[in-house]
């Protein structure tokens, strides 16, 4: 008996959502579907939505844009958003007034405290007014306020995007460590644990040889149309990631932003990417559990392997975080409110829903759990280590699969052929 491959084109697949019989889910609507008993099959799914929401460090926004009238100033040598140094170039744009700048995400401002680029970037999204100083190279300054809309141009470029999952961290030390990995000094003696990775819903983890992701995919980042341009700077077969473009204009606030941890201020960004399901290899690389994808537990310090678990033991329909105000007394000194790591949490208002990354440090840190959520355990040396700090959104990321699988059902987002390989690179570390 010979055995057929099953197969569909991508022309086919966009013809059936033309047609409304798509059927097309998240990678979360599986699982469900899966663990409540549902047998599904190649033939059940056209197109999976996957995405992350996570804290990406390589993040840059290319702007362009009329910082002085023309022939007034030769170049300018030295540009900063916000009092966040710039990186103005390459061309020199000799007497037009227009400067193109770089600015990295995790740049810190000389003006502003506790303020970086990723904070910037959302402020640009949410229409709010920068300051703009530019300094030339006769040594004129020159002060400009300015919106997005300002801007004939301003991208985001991910140089490492959407890795293909984490870890979890734990600290064997005696001491307490201050780390990009808590938000809280991470505690000694293995008495705390944090970890990184939507799980499941990871598009690397969904399509780990890249037999679909390619140069010139279609994805979203941060709400709005991005694409794939290449091989992230770290693209190993290991942990695979990508490099992105996306406008700034269309961007949706809460996607992206900052994450304050005991070691500085990171970035906020959210990708989805869609996978046709084009033959059963695709298919068969979907994620249908969590148990599926391993959790590596590493020394903070050193980063050397301890255990393994999975992302069952920490994702499992807990992804949202509440609060009970009825709960709260009203502490002199509410310490949420001031370590909360998005600014999300106020005690009059509550929790905004926006800024929230439901990172469940407010339920290890508010004395009268007033904070509602399942941090789970991370299992190691025969002991179960409580989490107290999750450094992706799941709750995010299943939002902007949704997101992504409603824009390709409404004919908003059509999903294309790439036009390359994403090139692997030998593995570094
Ligand atoms: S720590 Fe908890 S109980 Fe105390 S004020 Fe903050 S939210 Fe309310
Ligand atoms: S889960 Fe709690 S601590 Fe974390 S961002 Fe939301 S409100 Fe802040």
């Known amino acids: 008996m010979s055995l057929v491959a099953k197969k569909r084109t991508l022309a086919e697949i966009n013809s059936k959502i033309q047609k409304g019989s798509a059927k097309i889910y998240t990678v979360q609507e599986l699982i469900d579907k899966i663990a409540d008993g549902e047998k599904i099959q190649f033939e059940d799914v056209d197109v999976v939505t996957t995405a992350t929401k996570a804290l990406m460090s390589g993040i840059a926004g290319l702007f362009s844009f009329r910082l002085s009238p023309p022939k007034t100033v030769r170049k300018f040598t030295e540009v900063s958003l916000n009092g966040i140094a710039a990186f103005p170039g390459p061309c020199p744009n000799e007497f037009l007034g227009i400067v193109d700048i770089i600015l990295y995400g995790t740049a810190h401002s000389k003006t502003k405290e506790n303020y970086s680029g990723g904070i910037l970037f959302r402020d640009l999204v949410e229409g709010k007014t920068i300051n703009v100083s530019g300094k030339s190279e006769e040594g004129d300054l020159i002060e400009k306020e300015m919106t997005l809309d300002d801007m004939q141009f301003a991208r985001m470029m991910g140089t490492r995007q959407a890795i293909k999952n984490y870890f979890a961290m734990i600290n064997?030390?005696?001491e307490s460590v201050n780390t990009i990995f808590s938000v809280l000094p991470l505690e000694g003696n293995c008495n705390h644990a944090t970890f990184s990775g939507c799980g499941a819903m990871n598009p690397f983890q969904n399509d780990?040889?890249?037999?679909?992701?390619?140069v010139g995919t279609k994805i979203l980042v941060n709400g709005t149309i991005g694409y794939i341009f290449g091989p992230g700077t770290r693209n190993d077969r290991l942990k695979p990631n990508m490099q992105t473009i996306a406008d700034f204009k269309g961007m949706k606030p809460e996607y992206m932003g900052a994450f304050r941890t005991s070691y500085g201020l990171e970035n906020i960004c959210s990708i989805a990417a869609p996978i046709p399901i084009l033959n059963e290899n695709v298919w068969n690389n979907i994620i249908k559990s969590d148990h599926q994808v391993p959790l590596v537990i590493l020394n903070v310090v050193g980063r050397n392997k301890l255990a393994e678990g999975t992302y069952q033991d920490v994702w499992d329909n807990n992804f949202l975080i509440t609060f009970d105000p009825k709960k709260c007394i009203d502490c002199d000194d509410c310490p949420v409110d001031a370590m909360c790591p998005t600014n999300a949490f106020n005690l009059k208002t509550g929790i905004d829903r926006t800024r929230c990354f439901n990172c469940g440090s407010c339920v290890v840190?508010?004395?009268?759990?007033?904070?509602?959520?399942?941090?789970?355990?991370?299992?190691?040396?025969?002991?179960?280590?409580?989490?107290?700090?999750?450094?992706?959104?799941?709750?995010?990321?299943?939002?902007?699969?949704?997101?992504?699988?409603?824009?390709?059902?409404?004919?908003?987002?059509?999903?294309?052929?790439?036009?390359?390989?994403?090139?692997?690179?030998?593995?570094?570390?």
């Open 208 to 214: 780990p040889n890249a037999d679909v992701f390619g």
């Open 172 to 174: 064997p030390s005696t």
């Open 365 to 429: 840190v508010c004395p009268k759990n007033a904070f509602k959520g399942d941090l789970k355990t991370i299992r190691y040396d025969d002991k179960n280590i409580p989490v107290v700090l999750r450094q992706s959104d799941r709750f995010g990321a299943i939002n902007l699969a949704t997101q992504l699988k409603h824009m390709i059902l409404d004919g908003e987002f059509i999903i294309k052929e790439p036009t390359d390989k994403l090139e692997f690179y030998p593995q570094v570390f």
